[in-house]
């Protein structure tokens, strides 16, 4: 398609449709113009997209170095000046599926009686041509990713602080992504959460503080804008960033990740099917449980007295999808390579011990080790001071910052008293290998730490 010469150049009915298509006007003509306007769309897309590394405002998960390298976005408009309806959703689910499109991004839902259904059959009935548009997408005839037999869509759960998530995200298919505060913990004052609902990500909170006045913009997510949009419910006045906070933000957090995954499953050659790809995905996650207990209490908003209105997180305890999105965990994943999280001290820290009994089985403790490989980037990744080794059976290892890297243990597979391997003079065990994903963090428990 050639920008702005009025001809419809590829022949697929929409004219200068270089960047994607306006499906309420079912043209090339992508409007932020209206007054209506909430820049939300370029808002969600900075966090999928945002270029990476060029010290201005912010980075998208799968935004690359802007050098070609990042992911490759188009854009279908279904909302133009408060217009919106359910063919111009259907639309964008068409035309993306028969332009290329690999994951739909769905930062949209319905509230009311929208957010209420009780299944796929009853979405259906009232909401017709957008559910089948959504199979249409990920029907594996209309398949765009040289990895996948089918195309992905990611969906927003919604915002209304209901025990189920709204529709699309609640199609079948579909992966819904919750909301968390920066605190890790739901955003309670509007997450949907319960039957539905798959994963969740970063959506920002902005009751995370103690009092009204405490609550903050930087506890919301910072994402790209449109600077001549001026949007007073906002706070803004023509900025290129602004914060905003919803599950829309959450599910581009999951959609970037999502992207990277593509990306790096083609770089090793890798094919899976959409329901492999999808497993992986979810369980690619660190544990909220643990935090999400009885009678513990979160601030999810104030009355007009400026009364804090608190919320029993024991009610969102296994309601909030798998657990939370973790990048790292996910390539790892992909990759077949195991995760082993770590506690980050400073250089004076005495190295913790860790159990190897997941990765060399029930007598790793017995084991003969003949070393560790790890590699200078791994090193300046976690900032180790002191190589790892391995003590009375156990890794020993001592990161002084958040990061992640790879290193491999060798080992001995049947019995030596000598540590030797040679069957020429005397009956010796095998060399074996293997390689662990290190992840450090702040705080290590039984929910594998921050995100």
Same mark, same amino acid.
């Given at each position: 398609?050639?920008? #702005?010469?009025?001809?419809?150049?590829?022949?697929?009915?929409?004219?200068?449709?270089?960047?994607?298509?306006?499906?309420?006007?079912?043209? #090339?003509?992508?409007?932020?113009?209206?007054?209506?306007?909430?820049?939300?769309?370029?808002?969600?897309?900075?966090?999928?997209?945002?270029?990476?590394?060029?010290?201005?405002?912010?980075?998208?998960?799968?935004?690359?170095?802007?050098?070609?390298?990042?992911?490759?976005?188009?854009?279908?408009?279904?909302?133009?000046?408060?217009?919106?309806?359910?063919?111009?959703?259907?639309?964008?689910?068409?035309?993306?599926?028969?332009?290329?499109?690999?994951?739909?991004?769905?930062?949209?839902?319905?509230?009311?009686?929208?957010?209420?259904?009780?299944?796929?059959?009853?979405?259906?009935?009232?909401?017709?041509?957008?559910?089948?548009?959504?199979?249409?997408?990920?029907?594996?005839?209309?398949?765009?990713?040289?990895?996948?037999?089918?195309?992905?869509?990611?969906?927003?759960?919604?915002?209304?602080?209901?025990?189920?998530?709204?529709?699309?995200?609640?199609?079948?298919?579909?992966?819904?992504?919750?909301?968390?505060?920066?605190?890790?913990?739901?955003?309670?004052?509007?997450?949907?959460?319960?039957?539905?609902?798959?994963?969740?990500?970063?959506?920002?909170?902005?009751?995370?503080?103690?009092?009204?006045?405490?609550?903050?913009?930087?506890?919301?997510?910072?994402?790209?804008?449109?600077?001549?949009?001026?949007?007073?419910?906002?706070?803004?006045?023509?900025?290129?960033?602004?914060?905003?906070?919803?599950?829309?933000?959450?599910?581009?957090?999951?959609?970037?990740?999502?992207?990277? #995954?593509?990306?790096?499953?083609?770089?090793?050659?890798?094919?899976?099917?959409?329901?492999?790809?999808?497993?992986?995905?979810?369980?690619?996650?660190?544990?909220?449980?643990?935090?999400?207990?009885?009678?513990?209490?979160?601030?999810?908003?104030?009355?007009?007295?400026?009364?804090?209105?608190?919320?029993?997180?024991?009610?969102?305890?296994?309601?909030?999808?798998?657990?939370?999105?973790?990048?790292?965990?996910?390539?790892?994943?992909?990759?077949?390579?195991?995760?082993?999280?770590?506690?980050?001290?400073?250089?004076?820290?005495?190295?913790?011990?860790?159990?190897?009994?997941?990765?060399?089985?029930?007598?790793?403790?017995?084991?003969?080790?003949?070393?560790?490989?790890?590699?200078?980037?791994?090193?300046?990744?976690?900032?180790?001071?002191?190589?790892?080794?391995?003590?009375?059976?156990?890794?020993?290892?001592?990161?002084?910052?958040?990061?992640?890297?790879?290193?491999?243990?060798?080992?001995?597979?049947?019995?030596?008293?000598?540590?030797?391997?040679?069957?020429?003079?005397?009956?010796?065990?095998?060399?074996?290998?293997?390689?662990?994903?290190?992840?450090?963090?702040?705080?290590?428990?039984?929910?594998?730490?921050?995100?």
């Amino acid at each position: 398609e050639i920008a #702005g010469n009025g001809i419809d150049d590829d022949n697929n009915g929409y004219i200068d449709d270089v960047h994607g298509i306006n499906c309420i006007s079912r043209n #090339g003509n992508i409007n932020w113009k209206n007054s209506a306007e909430t820049g939300h769309g370029t808002h969600v897309a900075g966090t999928v997209a945002a270029v990476n590394g060029n010290s201005t405002g912010v980075c998208g998960v799968a935004g690359g170095s802007g050098k070609g390298d990042g992911v490759r976005m188009m854009s279908c408009q279904i909302f133009e000046g408060g217009t919106s309806g359910i063919e111009s959703s259907a639309i964008a689910f068409q035309y993306a599926a028969d332009n290329g499109a690999c994951i739909a991004q769905c930062s949209f839902g319905y509230e009311g009686e929208g957010a209420a259904y009780g299944s796929d059959a009853e979405y259906s009935m009232v909401f017709g041509a957008e559910y089948d548009a959504i199979r249409y997408f990920m029907d594996p005839a209309n398949n765009n990713s040289e990895i996948l037999d089918g195309n992905l869509v990611i969906a927003a759960a919604g915002n209304d602080a209901r025990n189920m998530s709204s529709y699309p995200a609640a199609v079948q298919e579909v992966i819904s992504v919750t909301g968390l505060g920066p605190d890790y913990l739901p955003a309670v004052n509007y997450t949907n959460y319960g039957p539905g609902c798959n994963i969740a990500a970063p959506g920002g909170d902005y009751y995370i503080g103690n009092t009204v006045e405490v609550a903050q913009n930087r506890s919301r997510v910072l994402s790209t804008f449109i600077n001549s949009v001026k949007d007073s419910n906002l706070g803004t006045s023509g900025h290129d960033y602004v914060y905003m906070q919803g599950t829309s933000m959450a599910c581009p957090c999951v959609s970037g990740v999502a992207a990277l #995954g593509l990306a790096y499953a083609y770089k090793l050659g890798l094919r899976f099917t959409r329901d492999q790809f999808t497993s992986l995905l979810l369980t690619s996650v660190n544990d909220l449980d643990d935090s999400l207990i009885d009678n513990k209490l979160k601030i999810a908003g104030y009355d007009r007295n400026g009364n804090a209105r608190n919320v029993n997180l024991g009610l969102y305890r296994g309601k909030m999808g798998t657990g939370a999105i973790d990048a790292w965990k996910f390539l790892m994943n992909l990759e077949g390579t195991p995760t082993l999280t770590v506690q980050v001290g400073d250089a004076s820290s005495k190295a913790k011990r860790y159990e190897l009994s997941s990765y060399f089985g029930g007598s790793s403790a017995n084991l003969t080790y003949l070393g560790i490989e790890c590699d200078e980037a791994t090193k300046k990744a976690l900032g180790l001071v002191a190589d790892p080794e391995i003590k009375f059976g156990k890794l020993s290892i001592n990161p002084t910052k958040v990061g992640s890297g790879k290193v491999t243990i060798k080992a001995i597979a049947g019995y030596d008293e000598d540590g030797k391997i040679d069957g020429t003079q005397q009956i010796g065990g095998m060399e074996i290998s293997r390689t662990i994903s290190i992840m450090s963090r702040g705080v290590v428990s039984d929910n594998g730490g921050w995100l």
